[in-house]
């Protein structure tokens, strides 16, 4: 008897053409070695053609430390995309992949920057570093 997989999720995923990147530094990592990280994880972000504007924060957030980085990934709209969010989510996963001593986790974008609806922080009071770039 053969068995079929199914997925099993609750709700389809939607294209909400943005997303965010969170991360963690080495432990022992300084303000300059997370900004450096971040500036790495900026520059293969922007190797993606869809991207269309990051927003980056250091230590955002009540827990936040200068080991804690974040990044929101701004696309371009889907109807202009011939990819769709989540294909282009596997490519930066693949593309943080390479950059060594951090920890990346993305996740559906479900707030605006410095406001908190997802899983993980990603804003909040102050930043250590904040630096946003916008691709036209």
């Known amino acids: 008897m053969a068995f ?12 909400r053409a943005e997303f965010q990147i969170n991360f ?12 450096g990280r971040v500036e790495a994880v900026l520059a293969e972000i ?8 990051t927003f980056a924060t250091i230590g955002a957030g009540d827990a936040g430390t200068v080991r804690d980085g ?18 282009i989510q596997k490519e930066v996963r693949e593309r943080l992949g390479t950059i060594p001593a951090i920890i990346p986790r993305s996740s559906r974008w479900e707030g ?8 993980w922080p990603c804003g909040g009071r102050t930043s250590a570093s904040s630096r946003g770039t916008r691709r036209r």
């Open 4 to 15: 079929v997989s199914l997925k099993t999720e609750f709700f389809t995923p939607v294209d």
């Open 24 to 35: 963690k530094s080495a432990p022992d990592a300084s303000l300059a070695e997370t900004r």
């Open 46 to 53: 922007r190797k993606i053609r869809e991207v269309r504007r």
């Open 70 to 87: 974040m990044v929101y990934v701004k696309l371009s709209e889907k109807k202009e995309r011939k990819r769709g969010q989540d294909e």
């Open 112 to 119: 605006s920057p410095g406001r908190s609806r997802s899983p």
